[in-house]
Protein backbone atom coordinates (compact mmCIF):
# COMPACT_ATOMS: atom_id res chain seq x y z
CA UNK A 1 0.00 0.00 0.00
CA UNK A 2 1.11 3.65 -0.77
CA UNK A 3 -0.44 6.69 0.22
CA UNK A 4 0.31 10.40 -0.71
CA UNK A 5 -0.05 12.33 2.58
CA UNK A 6 0.65 15.94 0.51
CA UNK A 7 3.55 17.43 -1.74
CA UNK A 8 6.02 16.05 0.84
CA UNK A 9 4.92 13.03 2.90
CA UNK A 10 3.58 9.76 1.92
CA UNK A 11 3.10 6.64 3.59
CA UNK A 12 4.24 3.23 2.20
CA UNK A 13 3.07 -0.36 4.14
CA UNK A 14 5.92 -1.74 6.37
CA UNK A 15 7.21 -5.36 6.81
CA UNK A 16 6.04 -6.13 10.39
CA UNK A 17 9.29 -7.68 11.31
CA UNK A 18 11.41 -4.50 9.83
CA UNK A 19 9.11 -2.03 11.14
CA UNK A 20 9.34 -3.88 14.64
CA UNK A 21 13.33 -3.70 14.65
CA UNK A 22 13.35 -0.06 13.55
CA UNK A 23 10.36 0.84 16.17
CA UNK A 24 12.28 -0.98 18.88
CA UNK A 25 15.63 0.96 17.90
CA UNK A 26 14.19 4.92 17.63
CA UNK A 27 11.79 4.44 20.42
CA UNK A 28 12.10 4.76 24.02
CA UNK A 29 11.96 1.60 26.13
CA UNK A 30 9.22 2.74 27.80
CA UNK A 31 7.60 -0.67 29.12
CA UNK A 32 10.93 -1.78 30.89
CA UNK A 33 10.71 -4.95 28.42
CA UNK A 34 13.31 -6.63 29.31
CA UNK A 35 15.63 -7.77 26.09
CA UNK A 36 15.45 -7.00 22.48
CA UNK A 37 13.56 -10.29 21.85
CA UNK A 38 10.78 -9.23 24.19
CA UNK A 39 10.72 -6.00 22.77
CA UNK A 40 10.38 -6.68 18.73
CA UNK A 41 7.60 -9.66 19.40
CA UNK A 42 5.07 -7.20 20.03
CA UNK A 43 4.09 -6.68 16.58
CA UNK A 44 2.55 -9.16 14.84
CA UNK A 45 1.41 -9.58 10.67
CA UNK A 46 -1.58 -8.23 11.05
CA UNK A 47 -0.90 -4.99 12.80
CA UNK A 48 -1.40 -1.72 10.36
CA UNK A 49 2.48 -0.57 10.02
CA UNK A 50 3.78 1.93 7.83
CA UNK A 51 7.00 3.90 6.78
CA UNK A 52 6.61 7.61 6.55
CA UNK A 53 8.41 8.92 3.40
CA UNK A 54 9.52 12.19 2.80
CA UNK A 55 10.17 12.51 -1.28
CA UNK A 56 10.80 8.79 -1.05
CA UNK A 57 12.89 8.25 1.56
CA UNK A 58 12.06 6.98 5.48
CA UNK A 59 12.03 8.88 7.80
CA UNK A 60 10.24 7.41 10.28
CA UNK A 61 7.22 5.18 11.25
CA UNK A 62 3.74 4.91 12.40
CA UNK A 63 0.77 2.38 13.19
CA UNK A 64 -3.09 3.24 11.98
CA UNK A 65 -6.09 2.50 10.78
CA UNK A 66 -9.56 4.55 10.83
CA UNK A 67 -9.67 6.92 13.71
CA UNK A 68 -6.63 5.32 15.90
CA UNK A 69 -2.88 6.10 15.51
CA UNK A 70 -0.05 4.86 17.67
CA UNK A 71 3.47 3.80 17.90
CA UNK A 72 4.53 7.39 16.04
CA UNK A 73 8.44 7.66 16.00
CA UNK A 74 10.90 9.45 13.95
CA UNK A 75 14.23 8.77 12.51
CA UNK A 76 17.42 10.26 12.51
CA UNK A 77 18.63 12.86 11.21
CA UNK A 78 15.04 14.21 10.15
CA UNK A 79 13.43 16.07 13.80
CA UNK A 80 10.43 18.29 11.91
CA UNK A 81 7.76 16.15 13.70
CA UNK A 82 5.40 19.66 13.62
CA UNK A 83 5.24 19.42 10.00
CA UNK A 84 4.72 15.61 10.13
CA UNK A 85 1.95 15.67 12.49
CA UNK A 86 -0.18 17.79 10.09
CA UNK A 87 0.49 16.18 7.41
CA UNK A 88 -1.04 12.56 9.40
CA UNK A 89 -3.83 14.68 10.70
CA UNK A 90 -4.92 15.83 7.45
CA UNK A 91 -4.57 11.85 6.17
CA UNK A 92 -6.52 10.50 9.43
CA UNK A 93 -9.62 12.73 8.76
CA UNK A 94 -9.90 11.66 5.27
CA UNK A 95 -9.90 7.99 6.44
CA UNK A 96 -11.77 8.19 9.66
CA UNK A 97 -15.71 8.19 10.39
CA UNK A 98 -16.04 11.69 11.03
CA UNK A 99 -18.67 10.99 13.81
CA UNK A 100 -16.32 9.32 15.87
CA UNK A 101 -13.21 11.10 17.41
CA UNK A 102 -9.77 9.84 16.49
CA UNK A 103 -7.35 8.51 18.82
CA UNK A 104 -3.71 8.91 18.94
CA UNK A 105 -2.24 6.28 21.82
CA UNK A 106 1.06 6.44 23.06
CA UNK A 107 2.57 9.61 22.89
CA UNK A 108 5.48 10.54 24.42
CA UNK A 109 5.92 13.60 26.56
CA UNK A 110 8.63 15.19 23.96
CA UNK A 111 5.94 14.46 21.03
CA UNK A 112 2.94 15.78 22.55
CA UNK A 113 3.41 19.50 21.89
CA UNK A 114 2.79 19.18 18.56
CA UNK A 115 -0.33 17.05 18.64
CA UNK A 116 -1.31 20.41 20.79
CA UNK A 117 -0.48 22.43 18.28
CA UNK A 118 -2.52 20.48 15.37
CA UNK A 119 -5.40 20.83 17.76
CA UNK A 120 -5.48 17.51 19.29
CA UNK A 121 -6.61 17.25 23.10
CA UNK A 122 -5.02 15.09 26.01
CA UNK A 123 -7.63 12.79 28.02
CA UNK A 124 -5.26 10.73 29.93
CA UNK A 125 -1.73 10.08 30.59
CA UNK A 126 -0.07 6.85 32.02
CA UNK A 127 3.44 5.35 32.52
CA UNK A 128 4.91 1.99 33.73
CA UNK A 129 6.57 1.94 37.07
CA UNK A 130 8.96 -0.85 37.84
CA UNK A 131 10.84 -2.35 41.02
CA UNK A 132 13.21 -4.88 41.99
CA UNK A 133 11.11 -7.49 44.34
CA UNK A 134 12.43 -7.76 47.94
CA UNK A 135 11.97 -9.81 51.01
CA UNK A 136 10.11 -8.52 53.67
CA UNK A 137 10.89 -10.21 56.62
CA UNK A 138 8.19 -8.25 58.87
CA UNK A 139 4.76 -7.10 57.97
CA UNK A 140 2.73 -5.93 60.52
CA UNK A 141 -0.73 -6.65 59.92
CA UNK A 142 -2.01 -5.22 63.36
CA UNK A 143 -4.47 -7.77 65.15
CA UNK A 144 -7.66 -6.19 63.14
CA UNK A 145 -7.28 -8.04 60.04
CA UNK A 146 -7.58 -11.43 58.31
CA UNK A 147 -4.88 -12.03 55.51
CA UNK A 148 -6.59 -14.32 52.38
CA UNK A 149 -5.24 -15.48 49.06
CA UNK A 150 -8.32 -14.63 46.59
CA UNK A 151 -10.16 -17.28 44.60
CA UNK A 152 -13.06 -16.94 41.65
CA UNK A 153 -14.97 -17.36 44.83
CA UNK A 154 -14.28 -14.21 45.93
CA UNK A 155 -15.22 -12.17 42.55
CA UNK A 156 -18.17 -10.38 43.85
CA UNK A 157 -16.99 -9.28 46.89
CA UNK A 158 -13.62 -8.00 45.17
CA UNK A 159 -16.18 -6.50 42.80
CA UNK A 160 -17.62 -4.22 45.07
CA UNK A 161 -14.58 -3.45 46.70
CA UNK A 162 -13.02 -2.34 43.52
CA UNK A 163 -16.33 -0.44 42.09
CA UNK A 164 -16.31 1.76 45.47
CA UNK A 165 -12.83 2.05 45.54
CA UNK A 166 -12.69 4.13 41.98
CA UNK A 167 -15.80 6.18 42.69
CA UNK A 168 -15.25 9.88 42.77
CA UNK A 169 -12.43 11.74 43.16
CA UNK A 170 -10.45 8.52 42.38
CA UNK A 171 -12.16 7.25 39.10
CA UNK A 172 -8.47 8.83 37.90
CA UNK A 173 -6.76 5.61 38.99
CA UNK A 174 -9.18 3.01 36.65
CA UNK A 175 -8.66 3.36 32.80
CA UNK A 176 -12.03 2.33 31.93
CA UNK A 177 -15.76 2.91 32.87
CA UNK A 178 -16.11 2.06 36.23
CA UNK A 179 -18.77 0.03 36.56
CA UNK A 180 -20.05 -3.01 38.53
CA UNK A 181 -20.35 -4.83 34.90
CA UNK A 182 -17.08 -3.80 33.77
CA UNK A 183 -15.11 -4.56 37.24
CA UNK A 184 -16.22 -7.81 37.21
CA UNK A 185 -15.60 -8.35 33.85
CA UNK A 186 -12.09 -7.46 34.32
CA UNK A 187 -12.23 -10.00 37.46
CA UNK A 188 -13.06 -13.04 35.03
CA UNK A 189 -10.64 -12.28 32.58
CA UNK A 190 -8.15 -11.67 36.21
CA UNK A 191 -9.35 -15.27 37.06
CA UNK A 192 -9.48 -17.38 34.01
CA UNK A 193 -6.07 -15.93 32.69
CA UNK A 194 -3.82 -16.27 35.77
CA UNK A 195 -3.96 -19.53 37.31
CA UNK A 196 -0.14 -19.65 38.20
CA UNK A 197 0.00 -20.90 41.74
CA UNK A 198 2.73 -17.90 42.71
CA UNK A 199 0.51 -15.36 41.29
CA UNK A 200 -2.36 -16.18 43.02
CA UNK A 201 -0.44 -17.02 46.35
CA UNK A 202 1.55 -13.30 46.12
CA UNK A 203 -2.16 -11.95 45.53
CA UNK A 204 -3.89 -10.76 48.67
CA UNK A 205 -7.13 -9.95 50.62
CA UNK A 206 -7.30 -8.51 53.82
CA UNK A 207 -10.29 -8.67 55.54
CA UNK A 208 -11.54 -6.75 59.10
CA UNK A 209 -11.73 -9.44 61.32
CA UNK A 210 -14.86 -7.60 63.55
CA UNK A 211 -17.37 -7.76 61.03
CA UNK A 212 -15.02 -9.86 57.69
CA UNK A 213 -15.84 -7.40 55.44
CA UNK A 214 -12.95 -6.84 52.49
CA UNK A 215 -10.97 -3.88 52.81
CA UNK A 216 -8.18 -4.04 50.80
CA UNK A 217 -7.34 -6.55 47.46
CA UNK A 218 -4.02 -6.66 45.42
CA UNK A 219 -3.95 -8.88 42.35
CA UNK A 220 -1.12 -10.15 40.83
CA UNK A 221 -1.24 -11.04 37.01
CA UNK A 222 1.67 -12.03 34.35
CA UNK A 223 2.63 -9.81 30.94
CA UNK A 224 5.24 -10.43 28.73
CA UNK A 225 6.52 -13.22 31.07
CA UNK A 226 6.81 -10.81 34.25
CA UNK A 227 4.69 -10.04 37.40
CA UNK A 228 2.05 -7.35 37.44
CA UNK A 229 0.45 -5.24 39.53
CA UNK A 230 -2.50 -5.44 38.74
CA UNK A 231 -4.80 -3.91 40.43
CA UNK A 232 -4.66 -2.77 44.31
CA UNK A 233 -7.24 -1.28 46.25
CA UNK A 234 -8.26 -0.06 50.08
CA UNK A 235 -11.51 0.97 51.27
CA UNK A 236 -11.50 4.54 51.84
CA UNK A 237 -13.04 3.74 55.42
CA UNK A 238 -9.32 1.93 56.07
CA UNK A 239 -6.83 4.37 54.01
CA UNK A 240 -3.97 5.98 56.02
CA UNK A 241 -3.83 2.82 58.16
CA UNK A 242 -0.65 1.41 56.12
CA UNK A 243 -2.92 -1.63 54.44
CA UNK A 244 -2.13 -0.75 50.99
CA UNK A 245 2.37 -0.33 51.57
CA UNK A 246 1.69 -3.88 53.41
CA UNK A 247 0.02 -5.46 50.51
CA UNK A 248 3.14 -4.29 48.46
CA UNK A 249 5.25 -6.04 50.50
CA UNK A 250 3.42 -8.99 51.05
CA UNK A 251 3.50 -9.29 47.40
CA UNK A 252 7.22 -8.04 46.57
CA UNK A 253 8.03 -10.70 49.41
CA UNK A 254 5.99 -13.56 47.64
CA UNK A 255 7.43 -13.13 44.58
CA UNK A 256 11.06 -13.38 45.06
CA UNK A 257 10.96 -17.16 44.78
CA UNK A 258 10.53 -16.76 40.75
CA UNK A 259 10.84 -13.15 39.87
CA UNK A 260 13.35 -10.22 40.05
CA UNK A 261 10.97 -7.39 38.97
CA UNK A 262 7.49 -6.32 39.02
CA UNK A 263 5.76 -3.52 36.70
CA UNK A 264 2.51 -1.55 37.08
CA UNK A 265 0.76 0.82 35.06
CA UNK A 266 -0.24 3.80 36.43
CA UNK A 267 -2.33 6.77 35.60
CA UNK A 268 -0.48 10.61 36.14
CA UNK A 269 -2.27 12.40 38.53
CA UNK A 270 -3.56 9.18 40.85
CA UNK A 271 -2.58 9.83 44.45
CA UNK A 272 -1.31 5.85 44.34
CA UNK A 273 1.83 6.95 41.85
CA UNK A 274 3.30 8.73 45.16
CA UNK A 275 2.93 5.52 46.95
CA UNK A 276 4.19 3.45 44.49
CA UNK A 277 7.84 6.20 44.26
CA UNK A 278 8.03 6.25 47.52
CA UNK A 279 7.91 2.33 47.93
CA UNK A 280 10.98 2.40 45.69
CA UNK A 281 8.91 2.34 42.12
CA UNK A 282 11.04 3.80 39.46
CA UNK A 283 8.76 6.12 36.87
CA UNK A 284 8.86 5.25 32.97
CA UNK A 285 8.14 7.54 30.50
CA UNK A 286 4.86 9.26 30.28
CA UNK A 287 2.51 8.16 27.68
CA UNK A 288 -0.24 10.51 26.69
CA UNK A 289 -3.79 9.45 25.06
CA UNK A 290 -4.80 12.80 22.89
CA UNK A 291 -8.00 12.68 20.71
CA UNK A 292 -9.17 14.99 17.92
CA UNK A 293 -12.97 15.52 18.68
CA UNK A 294 -15.45 14.26 16.56
CA UNK A 295 -16.51 16.43 13.42
CA UNK A 296 -20.19 16.21 13.13
Given at each position: ??????????L?????????IH?????????F???W????????D???????????K?????C?E??LLWS???E????????????????M?E????????E?????S?Q????L???F??????????????N?????W?N????????V??????????????????????????T???????L?Y???????????????????????Q????????????L?L????????????????????????T?????Y???R??VT??????????????L??????????????
Open positions: MYSKLDNEFSMQANPKDFAYTTYRENVFRQSERRVAIFSDIPSYWILLSGRIGGVLSNFFLPPFTDMYRVVGSLKKYILSDPTKPIVMGVLYSEHFRWGQPIETRRIMIRPTEFEMINEDFIIETPTDNLEEITQLFYKGYLGADSIGYPADNIEQQRSDEYFKYNTEELLQRSSCLVLDKHNNLVGACLISMWEDPISNIVVDKGYRGRGIASNLLKYSLTLTEKEVVLFVGNSAESLYYNFGFPGMEQITFILPSRE
